[in-house]
């Protein structure tokens, strides 16, 4: 198994600054997943982030507005920059997966902007 | 890529009742897992299930690959099993991106 500590766990930011969410794994995993869940919908992967190597954005997310750090493996960072109330959401951090792993989840860092 | 569909959408029980979930998926799969999110956000591993049967306490989950569905089971129903459940598959085309369905909101009353 495998256990993630993620923070903040809850934020509330002004419109048009920047937040940075941290992700910590208990164990050294090759990817990260970076998720998006806005109000009363299902998960939207935002990355995969691999150790020593770009993110990967999914359709629809830029570097420039999720920049994502993986420094070594058990750690990643996402930011959302330059936040608007459309970014309101839950973001979850994951590992594991990848052809028949168990998949787990940070607590979540529900981010809401005003 | 795969499509993952869950029923009902929306469910409300009283305490006691028992329900079944249900996740379709389009393709095959290596990995099907239920989730549940409780209010604060936080997602539970409930069931790691890409075939067979499993059970844990009030819960259960069959996963039929060869017919491309899974039933989550939940019996005697208690207001903490309110939430949101998810079914998340990994198709076993190699792209190891889990897919998720929309969810199951249940609330369970008093």
């Known amino acids: 198994s495998a256990v993630i500590s993620q923070k903040p766990s809850r934020d509330i930011c002004q419109r048009g600054t920047s937040l940075t969410i941290q992700c910590q794994v208990d164990?050294?995993?090759?990817?990260m997943f970076w998720y998006r869940q806005q109000p009363g919908q299902s998960l939207t992967l935002i990355a995969t982030?691999?150790?020593?190597?770009?993110?990967?954005?999914e359709s629809g997310f830029v570097i420039d507005k999720f920049p994502i750090s993986r420094p070594n493996l058990t750690f990643s960072t996402l930011t959302v920059s330059n936040m608007s109330p459309e970014d309101s959401s839950i973001y979850l951090c994951?590992?594991?997966?990848?052809?028949?792993?168990?998949?787990?989840f940070g607590e979540g860092s529900w981010l809401t902007v005003v | 890529g795969i499509q993952v569909e869950q029923s009902p959408p929306d469910l409300i029980l009283q305490e006691g009742a028992n329900s079944t979930l249900r996740c379709n998926f389009s393709?095959?799969?290596?990995?099907l897992q239920w989730f549940h999110q409780n209010p604060w956000g936080q997602l539970i591993n409930l069931f790691y299930?890409?075939?067979g049967t499993k059970q844990n306490g009030r819960l259960s989950a069959t996963t039929v690959a060869t017919e491309r569905y899974s039933l989550l089971y939940i019996s005697s129903s208690q207001t903490t099993d309110s939430g949101v459940y998810f079914c998340?598959?990994?198709?076993?085309?190699?792209?190891?991106?889990?897919?998720f369905g929309r969810g199951t909101s249940l609330i369970v009353h008093p």
């Open positions: 994951s590992v594991g997966g990848q052809g028949g792993n168990t998949i787990y």
């Open positions: 164990s050294q995993v090759t990817m």
């Open positions: 982030a691999n150790q020593g190597s770009e993110a990967t954005y």
């Open positions: 393709d095959s799969v290596n990995n």
């Open positions: 299930i890409p075939s």
């Open positions: 998340a598959v990994e198709g076993s085309g190699g792209s190891y991106i889990p897919t």
